[in-house]
């Protein structure tokens, strides 16, 4: 944005995080080197740079974990629920002491901005851990019987748009419950679950416990087929989920799949513009876009698709894009040369078929891994673009004229995760939220989280809940 | 927007042709969601504003301040002084810009004048009955016509929120017309809404519109007399405000936050929103002003850090 009023570069400083050249897979309290001794890279997409030299898990490194995981939850889990949380609770504490290096860390391997790390990433990982310590010795009130049982070993295979709070949403529940963890990060962010291996020994947490495995997704194939594992929790593609389910399938396995998602986001003619404009703005531009219940589909109400469409491009306008560590940057970097790979084709594909793009004037920085916010106008659900997940900063636009036939557009979709409704009329919302198949309905808002609040999909979204009172059946034998 | 301007121009001439035409298009006017707003703002506060950056801002912000006093105590001596720091707010260094102008009530603008005198500073003067607003129209009348003749060239009046409330817009329209009549080609006319007293964003919408539609030069927040004044979200929303109405009818109006704004970071924040909201075009004392008294003391303060590398202190800075 050429301005008169130009903001000089904020940047965070990164002398507050020490990242090691190379780090091990965390088995049993201990890091340790893989088996068979491999290790891969792991860049910052912003700058191309590498971070650090990591362990890769194979399926020996899988088998050891779990036994330790297996050996460890004895004791684990026969400790009264109010010490399990005494452990979460310090976890939570530190994860806050540490929250500014742990946002650094983020942004840096994760390529989202550090105002995102800082403001939302890190109070919500804090928050997981307090809420489920809050649960682990009140789980005879759940609503599940007087004392339900943990499971055994969990097996969590995370992603990599949220690495550190989609492992506080996997671990927090299964420890307060009583599990024990394994969990294979993404191998594009595998640096902020080995600092929260450290974070695991900062707290004194019983060795085998929580066992970290960097590592590819063979790796989490392995831990998924596992015999000795007794619950799958995945975060990903929905390809990646039917592979699991397929695997699990017929084994006494608990799973729960949250998958991929096109959240519509639903603006009616009598929504408050201006707010609605952010709700859009942070619906899909949240983490690139990089979020699984982004808004990436919307709905208008023709009679003020112009209105709104001017108000948004002048509102993208504003955003500013780059360096990630600049705590003014609103949109970061693409996680990684792939995803940015698999954006260009995807939009690219719906130029050809007949959509409008546009992007607001923005330049892109010249190393490092990065996408322009844009915008599709005149999409109808024919398109692919209406269709399939882009899973970056690339938004739909398409058009309905009454509320059923909102409802039924939102409804049209092989996905079923989120949605929004934007309106001032208090009794539409209740009506259009009652019909919508969306696991999670926002109104006049989108993209709030919280742990009390539980989140998961239907359809080719997944099953199962994360979160709240809902997330602690998932790991409890009930 | 922009695209159909001459023609929303004309449309919104009928607006006020009736009591209902008015209220019907106050009232069709896009909702506010609060929680909405404010988290806009509270975000925009975000914004890390340090080095060049914050220097051009500081220096922006002292152009922007309509220095005010406004107590039934003001005398002659204070006002004096008044202008004579509006002139020079700093007197260690000549580099420093003027404010942008000195508010005061009617009965000080000819002393105000005459203080600066020779200067590009404005004198502003809260005519129409100031704070309450609570006088017959031909008092209000009298009050602008004194304080114009005495010189004033920018008025600041209120409207009467009471009529506001109990849903009679074409009064306030009416005397926002009569005020700005009586204002004559010479000075500019700033609204005053007390957007404390309207209490929901929704009012503060329709004011803003009200108040643009009657011919303001300038929407401003509040008058500094009520508990609450000027905040992030009512003057985002009130830029929102003004940008909308430069899209459809092509008339560009100023906005002024007035009360409580005290400490630089504060102004910077404000600056933000300005900036982001209703863009570069208003980022000049022709189209914001800050209504502030105690705000121009820490930009200065801040001014000498940023120049020396020190922060001097309240004494290094003049009382008036």
Same mark, same amino acid.
């Given at each position: 944005?050429?301005?008169?009023?130009?903001?000089?570069?904020?940047?965070?400083?990164?002398?507050?995080?020490?990242?090691?050249?190379?780090?091990?897979?965390?088995?049993?309290?201990?890091?340790?080197?893989?088996?068979?001794? /491999?290790?891969?890279? #792991?860049?910052?997409? =912003?700058?191309?740079?590498?971070?650090?030299?990591?362990? @890769? &898990? $194979?399926?020996?490194?899988?088998?050891?974990?779990?036994?330790?995981?297996?050996k460890a939850f004895e004791k684990w889990s026969a400790l009264p629920g109010s010490e399990r949380a005494k452990y979460l609770f310090r976890i939570a504490r530190i994860v806050q002491e540490r929250s500014r290096e742990l946002a650094v860390l983020e942004t840096l391997d994760n390529g989202k901005p550090i105002k995102e790390t800082r403001d939302a990433d890190l109070p919500l990982v804090a928050a997981h851990f307090f809420y489920y310590a809050g649960w682990a010795d009140k789980l005879d009130h759940a609503g599940y019987g007087p004392n339900p049982a943990p499971l055994g070993v969990a097996g969590q295979v995370i992603p990599w748009n949220f690495p550190l709070l989609m492992l506080a949403w996997k671990i927090a529940p299964a420890?307060?419950?009583?599990?024990?963890?394994?969990? /294979?990060?993404?191998? #594009?962010?595998?640096? =902020?679950?080995?600092?929260?291996?450290?974070?695991?020994? @900062? &707290? $004194?947490?019983?060795?085998?416990?929580?066992n970290i495995l960097p590592g590819y997704g063979d790796a989490g194939a392995a831990l998924v087929a596992h015999?000795?594992?007794?619950?799958?929790?995945?975060?990903?593609?929905?390809?990646?989920?039917?592979e699991i389910a397929r695997t699990v399938a017929g084994t006494r396995k608990k799973v729960t799949l949250e998958l991929g998602g096109k959240g519509a986001n639903i603006v009616f003619d009598d929504a408050p513009i201006d707010q609605a404009v952010e709700g859009i703005v942070n619906g899909i531009f949240f983490n690139q876009g990089q979020v699984c219940c982004a808004g990436s589909r919307l709905l208008v109400q023709e009679s003020i698709h112009d209105e709104l469409l001017d108000s948004l491009k002048r509102r993208l306008s504003t955003l500013r894009l780059g360096d990630p560590l600049d705590k003014n940057t609103d949109i970061g970097a693409i996680n990684s040369e792939e995803q940015l790979s698999r954006i260009t084709s995807l939009v690219e594909r719906g130029e050809a078929e007949g959509a409008e793009r546009w992007s607001p004037a923005c330049d892109l920085p010249e190393s490092g891994y990065w996408f322009a916010p844009t915008l599709f106008t005149n999409v109808t659900q024919a398109h692919t673009v209406a269709r399939d997940e882009i899973f970056g900063p690339v938004l739909s636009v398409l058009t309905f004229r009454t509320p059923d036939e909102a409802v039924a557009?939102?409804?049209?979709?092989?996905?079923?995760?989120?949605?929004?409704?934007?309106?001032?009329?208090?009794?539409?919302?209740?009506?259009?939220?009652?019909?919508?198949?969306?696991?999670?309905?926002?109104?006049?808002?989108?993209?709030?989280?919280?742990?009390?609040?539980?989140?998961?999909?239907?359809?080719?979204?997944?099953?199962?809940?994360?979160g709240g009172r809902h997330g602690l059946e998932a790991y409890l034998d009930v | 927007m922009p695209t159909n301007a001459p023609a929303a121009a004309h449309a919104l001439k009928d607006v006020a042709a009736s009591d209902s035409t008015l209220r019907r298009f106050l009232h069709g006017l896009p909702g506010v969601d609060a929680v909405g707003l404010e988290a806009r703002a509270a975000s925009l506060g975000t914004r890390s504003i340090k080095t060049t950056a914050k220097a051009y801002a500081i220096d922006l912000a002292i152009s922007m301040v309509d220095l005010t006093t406004l107590e039934g105590a003001d005398t002659p001596g204070k006002v004096r002084a008044l202008g004579a720091k509006a002139v020079r707010p700093d007197p260690t260094d000549r580099t420093t810009p003027s404010t942008a102008a000195v508010c005061v009530y009617p009965d000080m603008v000819a002393t105000a004048k005459e203080a600066v005198a020779g200067s590009a500073v404005k004198v502003a003067?809260?005519?129409?009955?100031?704070?309450?607003?609570?006088?017959?129209?031909?008092?209000?009348?009298?009050?602008?016509?004194?304080?114009?003749?005495?010189?004033?060239?920018?008025?600041?009046?209120?409207?009467?929120?009471?009529?506001?409330?109990?849903?009679?817009?074409?009064?306030?329209y009416d005397e926002i017309t009569a005020v700005k009549e009586a204002c004559g080609t010479t000075a500019r006319l700033k609204v005053i809404f007390e957007t404390g007293e309207l209490s929901t964003y929704d009012n503060i919408r329709r004011a803003s519109w009200l108040g643009m539609l009657a011919g303001a030069d300038f929407i401003k927040t509040s008058t500094g007399k009520v508990a609450v004044n000027a905040t992030p979200a009512n003057t985002l929303l009130m830029l929102e405000a003004v940008r909308d109405f430069r899209a459809q009818t092509g008339i560009q109006v100023g906005v002024k936050p007035a009360g409580g704004i005290r400490t630089s970071k504060d102004a910077i924040k404000f600056l933000v929103l300005v900036n982001e909201t209703a863009g570069e075009d208003w980022l000049d004392n022709h189209w914001f002003r800050f209504g502030a008294s105690s705000l121009l003391n820490d930009l200065l303060m801040q001014r000498q850090k940023l120049a020396t590398g020190r922060y001097s202190g309240p004494d290094y800075v003049t009382v008036d």
């Amino acid at each position: 944005m050429a301005s008169v009023f130009a903001y000089a570069p904020a940047p965070e400083s990164r002398s507050i995080v020490d990242i090691a050249p190379s780090y091990g897979l965390f088995i049993d309290g201990e890091f340790t080197d893989a088996a068979d001794g /491999k290790v891969f890279k #792991t860049v910052s997409p =912003s700058s191309e740079e590498v971070l650090s030299e990591i362990a @890769q &898990a $194979g399926e020996a490194d899988v088998d050891r974990a779990v036994k330790a995981a297996r050996k460890a939850f004895e004791k684990w889990s026969a400790l009264p629920g109010s010490e399990r949380a005494k452990y979460l609770f310090r976890i939570a504490r530190i994860v806050q002491e540490r929250s500014r290096e742990l946002a650094v860390l983020e942004t840096l391997d994760n390529g989202k901005p550090i105002k995102e790390t800082r403001d939302a990433d890190l109070p919500l990982v804090a928050a997981h851990f307090f809420y489920y310590a809050g649960w682990a010795d009140k789980l005879d009130h759940a609503g599940y019987g007087p004392n339900p049982a943990p499971l055994g070993v969990a097996g969590q295979v995370i992603p990599w748009n949220f690495p550190l709070l989609m492992l506080a949403w996997k671990i927090a529940p299964a420890l307060a419950t009583g599990n024990t963890v394994v969990l /294979k990060p993404a191998e #594009t962010t595998p640096l =902020s679950a080995l600092f929260f291996a450290d974070i695991c020994r @900062q &707290a $004194g947490l019983p060795k085998g416990v929580v066992n970290i495995l960097p590592g590819y997704g063979d790796a989490g194939a392995a831990l998924v087929a596992h015999p000795d594992v007794n619950k799958v929790a995945f975060t990903g593609s929905t390809a990646v989920g039917k592979e699991i389910a397929r695997t699990v399938a017929g084994t006494r396995k608990k799973v729960t799949l949250e998958l991929g998602g096109k959240g519509a986001n639903i603006v009616f003619d009598d929504a408050p513009i201006d707010q609605a404009v952010e709700g859009i703005v942070n619906g899909i531009f949240f983490n690139q876009g990089q979020v699984c219940c982004a808004g990436s589909r919307l709905l208008v109400q023709e009679s003020i698709h112009d209105e709104l469409l001017d108000s948004l491009k002048r509102r993208l306008s504003t955003l500013r894009l780059g360096d990630p560590l600049d705590k003014n940057t609103d949109i970061g970097a693409i996680n990684s040369e792939e995803q940015l790979s698999r954006i260009t084709s995807l939009v690219e594909r719906g130029e050809a078929e007949g959509a409008e793009r546009w992007s607001p004037a923005c330049d892109l920085p010249e190393s490092g891994y990065w996408f322009a916010p844009t915008l599709f106008t005149n999409v109808t659900q024919a398109h692919t673009v209406a269709r399939d997940e882009i899973f970056g900063p690339v938004l739909s636009v398409l058009t309905f004229r009454t509320p059923d036939e909102a409802v039924a557009k939102a409804n049209n979709t092989p996905y079923g995760l989120s949605a929004g409704i934007w309106t001032e009329k208090g009794s539409r919302i209740l009506a259009v939220a009652n019909k919508l198949r969306a696991g999670v309905v926002w109104s006049n808002t989108f993209n709030k989280f919280d742990p009390t609040s539980p989140f998961g999909g239907y359809k080719e979204s997944g099953f199962g809940r994360e979160g709240g009172r809902h997330g602690l059946e998932a790991y409890l034998d009930v | 927007m922009p695209t159909n301007a001459p023609a929303a121009a004309h449309a919104l001439k009928d607006v006020a042709a009736s009591d209902s035409t008015l209220r019907r298009f106050l009232h069709g006017l896009p909702g506010v969601d609060a929680v909405g707003l404010e988290a806009r703002a509270a975000s925009l506060g975000t914004r890390s504003i340090k080095t060049t950056a914050k220097a051009y801002a500081i220096d922006l912000a002292i152009s922007m301040v309509d220095l005010t006093t406004l107590e039934g105590a003001d005398t002659p001596g204070k006002v004096r002084a008044l202008g004579a720091k509006a002139v020079r707010p700093d007197p260690t260094d000549r580099t420093t810009p003027s404010t942008a102008a000195v508010c005061v009530y009617p009965d000080m603008v000819a002393t105000a004048k005459e203080a600066v005198a020779g200067s590009a500073v404005k004198v502003a003067s809260v005519a129409t009955a100031f704070p309450a607003g609570r006088a017959a129209l031909s008092v209000k009348l009298a009050d602008v016509r004194d304080a114009v003749a005495a010189g004033a060239d920018e008025i600041d009046m209120v409207i009467d929120r009471g009529a506001f409330l109990a849903g009679n817009y074409m009064k306030v329209y009416d005397e926002i017309t009569a005020v700005k009549e009586a204002c004559g080609t010479t000075a500019r006319l700033k609204v005053i809404f007390e957007t404390g007293e309207l209490s929901t964003y929704d009012n503060i919408r329709r004011a803003s519109w009200l108040g643009m539609l009657a011919g303001a030069d300038f929407i401003k927040t509040s008058t500094g007399k009520v508990a609450v004044n000027a905040t992030p979200a009512n003057t985002l929303l009130m830029l929102e405000a003004v940008r909308d109405f430069r899209a459809q009818t092509g008339i560009q109006v100023g906005v002024k936050p007035a009360g409580g704004i005290r400490t630089s970071k504060d102004a910077i924040k404000f600056l933000v929103l300005v900036n982001e909201t209703a863009g570069e075009d208003w980022l000049d004392n022709h189209w914001f002003r800050f209504g502030a008294s105690s705000l121009l003391n820490d930009l200065l303060m801040q001014r000498q850090k940023l120049a020396t590398g020190r922060y001097s202190g309240p004494d290094y800075v003049t009382v008036d």
